[in-house]
């Protein structure tokens, strides 16, 4: 490690408003965290930054699941990263980490943050850190199967269908012998649904009227609805669902960035109507699942059973405009940023 090494930043300049610009960050370098570590702590290297859509709502003076987070400081975010100094044997220097150490080249973690540094398992890579063996996979696993009771024959809709989390939901779904309908934006994310990742039917929304195709596709109605999106996607997923019918509220991407939250779904009536039940998660709650999730995603990535795709965009100067692609429907698959082409 460079002793005079400086720590490049992107720092959250001021909350958005709207969407989510550019120039609400801002580029900083600063000199490296500190000479001499504490007891317990750790200096990582970040070598690839993962992006999440919640950390949109991260950025609003909001309450959450997660305190906001504070403006001038670096933006938080998960990264993989090298163990460059250590004072905790449980991370030895050189280990590959992962957790929320934020936009910038290096972070000193420790085991009592609120989100403790992972240790990744041997012989995966830094993208398979946050891609395939990521959050998004683990939400997908537990959204579906510990919160979602997938049964084998449901009939499941999935919204986001082709970004991270939603590929994954619809895979999983499929290996467990759910009849799976995938709803994504455009042609190409569409055909991937179906061709790729063994979804039994695909709706564009950008193109199709949800309820209609909905309506069209399974008459029977939807025993499992994973709604990553919210809004009109999840009204046109309540009006379709069958008797004693399963709602996971996983996200709802398509209001992180409105000023002012807008209201509905207009039909929660079809609830009672249907003696169904909503339900809401979060990932973090529920991390004693994921040895059993990473066991399982193991065995079939091993047997060539689960395809996953990874949006790799690269460079430090990149990152703003990389998170920006969530919420154009750029990414194709798990957004990612390597931090230097030469790592
Ligand atoms: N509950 C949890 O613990 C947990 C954990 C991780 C993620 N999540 C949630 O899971 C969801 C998916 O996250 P991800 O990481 O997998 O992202 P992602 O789906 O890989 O990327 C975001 C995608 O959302 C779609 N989108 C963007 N703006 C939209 C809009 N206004 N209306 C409809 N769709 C829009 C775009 O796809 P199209 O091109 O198809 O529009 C875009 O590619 C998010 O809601 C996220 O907050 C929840």
């Not at 969407?19 to 801002?26: A, H, L, P, S, Y």
């Not at 590929?167 to 309908?181: E, F, N």
Request: proline residues 6%.
């Amino acid at each position: 490690m460079k002793t005079n090494a400086i720590n490049r930043q992107w720092l959250l300049a001021r909350r958005p408003s709207g969407m989510v610009r550019e120039t609400d960050f801002q580029r900083v370098d600063v000199a490296l965290p500190v000479a001499n570590l504490p007891a317990g702590e750790i200096l990582v290297r970040n070598v690839m930054l993962g992006f999440d859509p919640a950390q949109r709502g991260w950025m609003d003076d909001a309450p959450g699941y997660m305190p906001p987070m504070e403006i001038g400081v670096p933006v938080r975010g998960s990264a993989a990263a090298w163990v460059v100094a250590s004072e905790n044997p449980d991370y030895p220097v050189g280990a590959l980490v992962r957790g929320l150490f934020g936009w910038q080249d290096y972070a000193v973690a420790n085991r009592r943050d609120d989100a403790p540094p992972m240790r990744v398992p041997a012989g995966l890579s830094p993208e398979q850190a946050l891609g395939l063996f990521g959050g998004a996979s683990l939400t997908a696993y537990i959204g579906l199967l510990e919160v979602g009771r997938l049964r084998e024959g449901d009939r499941v809709l999935v919204s986001g269908a082709a970004g991270a989390v939603g590929s994954m939901a619809v895979q999983i779904a499929r290996l467990k012998g759910a009849h799976v309908i995938g709803i994504a934006g455009g042609p190409e994310k569409c055909r991937w649904l179906t061709a790729e990742y063994g979804a039994d039917a695909a709706i564009d929304y950008k193109s199709e009227n949800v309820a209609d195709r909905l309506a069209a596709l399974c008459p029977q109605g939807i025993d499992l609805f994973f709604d990553n999106v919210g809004g009109a996607i999840l009204e046109a997923g309540i009006a379709n669902l069958a008797l004693f019918g399963r709602i996971v509220l996983c996200g709802a991407i398509s209001g992180y960035n409105d000023v002012t939250p807008s209201p509905g779904p207009r039909n929660l009536m079809n609830l009672v109507r249907q003696r169904a039940v909503m339900r809401g998660f979060i990932l973090l709650d529920h991390l004693d699942q994921a040895p059993a999730a990473m066991a399982e995603l193991g065995q079939w990535v091993g047997e060539g059973r689960i395809r996953h795709r990874d949006d790799i965009q690269v460079g430090f100067e990149n990152v703003p405009q990389t998170f920006l692609r969530l919420f154009r429907g750029e990414n194709r698959g798990k957004q990612l940023l390597r931090i230097d082409e030469s790592q």
